[in-house]
């Protein structure tokens, strides 16, 4: 491809322009616009706030044929700043940067673009009217530093924010286009949901850029990529292959790209298929959607309801259950029996099996998932006891140790786990509560 050729500022110079000659990387798939991503705050530096908005950015410019080459996260230094934004503008036509544009002394970004476009700062009659609005009508006065919000770069587009004080940028320069968002999440998603259609008509790009998620469970990353060796080699080189795990889930992405949708598609459904042959006894969803979502879906189609009985994951999995809109429709209720005692006096758990085989246990967990779906009155039950630790594991139960039984009205199913300490406790308590929701799903699929 063509050497870009750019002018760099002096460390006196406020202007766009900068000299160097940046030699583009060869792009994955030729002619496909590549774009850059900065997220600007300390608190992202230090860990303090997760960075959720380069993730959605680059799921929304993925949806328009827009590849991220880049994704970066920097302080709120102004030097830093300048340097990191001049850089990227050298190597690609598009930049979307987040953060900085409060009302705060910290908030640099404004003043940084300012320098790089050559732009003064003129008061925005519109963003002015709008921010009055916005105090009047909360019953607050305008202050002054809510008033310089309105000063913005003379010759930007600006983007209207209906959800805060910053509005969002729209810089243009020598065919290069930069967009500046806050970084307050539901501000920038909001933003960025409204200029996507601009960003679309402005770029006119002829490529499409397909995803499709495979979710499998009950195997390991490293046994499912052996498992799946000549079918990832022969794949077509347009089709790439990720391996995204989490605990007890492993997500394969497909990624597509090419100009021909449909042609696309076909392809990747092509490849699903054979995946189903090889790896189907591991897959759950073909779905990028979570294992609670799927069965909700599952027991509104077949009518039928589901309570739990939770003893070391404390109520996760209800909580997962419940977070799904609509979910009143097929969950009654759990019991969070985290006690022997309430093992025994709500639940009916023998006395008999809680002495000789402990908590721990398969007929102590086949009485938990029998006892509360007669006493909710379901269709299906899921029960859960283990040793979420640190402590509590013996040489015969060490920590880790999950019985997990699944039940209908006609049978039960139980399975013995042996999860480990790595991660820690959480990470031992979601991979129970995947276990079972997965084996909950398996029932409902056999």
């Not at 300012?114 to 008061?123: R, S």
């Not at 992405?253 to 042959?277: C, P, Y």
């Not at 006096?345 to 006395?351: A, G, K, T």
């Amino acid at each position: 491809m063509d050497d870009l050729k750019c002018i760099l500022p002096s460390s006196n110079s406020h202007n766009f322009s900068y000299i160097c000659s940046v030699k583009k990387r060869e792009q994955h798939y030729r002619n496909i616009l590549n774009m850059i991503i900065i997220n600007i705050g300390d608190e992202l530096l230090i860990g303090q706030v997760i960075n959720s908005n380069a993730a959605f950015i680059a799921e929304k410019v993925n949806a328009i044929g827009i590849w991220v080459e880049e994704s970066l996260v920097i302080g709120d230094e102004e030097e830093r700043m300048k340097k990191t934004i001049l850089e990227t503008l050298g190597k690609t036509d598009f930049v979307i940067v987040t953060g900085g544009l409060g009302p705060t002394k910290d908030d640099r970004t404004k003043k940084v673009l300012c320098e790089i476009f050559d732009m003064p700062l003129a008061l925005h009659e519109p963003s002015l009217e709008r921010l009055t609005a916005m105090f009047k009508k909360r019953g607050w006065e305008l202050s002054e530093s809510n008033r310089l919000q309105a000063l913005l770069p003379e010759g930007a587009e600006i983007i209207p924010n209906d959800n805060g004080t910053a509005q969002g940028m729209w810089f243009e320069r020598d065919g290069k286009v930069l967009v500046s968002m806050p970084g307050v999440p539901f501000e920038m998603k909001a933003m960025m949901c409204d200029i996507v259609p601009k960003i679309r008509d402005h770029f006119h790009s002829d490529f499409e850029i397909i995803h499709k998620v495979v979710q499998t469970s009950g195997i390991g990353e490293s046994t499912l990529s052996d498992l799946l060796e000549d079918w990832e080699n022969a794949l077509p080189k347009f089709i790439t292959l990720a391996y995204l795990p989490r605990p007890g889930i492993v997500r394969l992405r497909l990624t597509a790209v090419g100009e021909d949708k449909k042609l696309l598609e076909s392809m990747l459904k092509d490849e699903i298929e054979k995946l189903k042959k090889i790896a189907g006894d591991y897959i759950w969803s073909f779905e990028d959607n979570q294992m609670e979502d799927e069965i909700g879906k599952k027991l509104r189609k077949i009518k039928k309801t589901l309570t739990l009985a939770e003893s070391c994951t404390g109520g996760y999995i209800a909580h997962r259950i419940t977070s799904v809109p609509g979910s009143s429709h097929y969950f009654k209720g759990s019991i969070v029996s985290y006690s022997n005692e309430i093992k025994r006096r709500i639940l009916n758990v023998r006395e008999v099996n809680l002495k000789k085989y402990g908590a721990v246990s398969e007929p102590v967990v086949s009485d938990m998932a029998i006892n509360s779906m007669d006493l909710f009155d379901t269709d299906f039950s899921i029960a859960v006891s283990g040793i979420a630790g640190p402590d509590g594991g013996t040489e015969e139960k060490p920590v880790g140790t999950v019985w997990i039984a699944v039940a209908t009205t006609t049978r039960i199913q139980t399975e013995l786990f042996h999860f480990g300490t790595a991660g820690g406790r959480q990470t031992l308590i979601e991979r129970a509560a995947v276990a079972a929701m997965n084996m909950l799903l398996k029932m409902m699929n056999s």
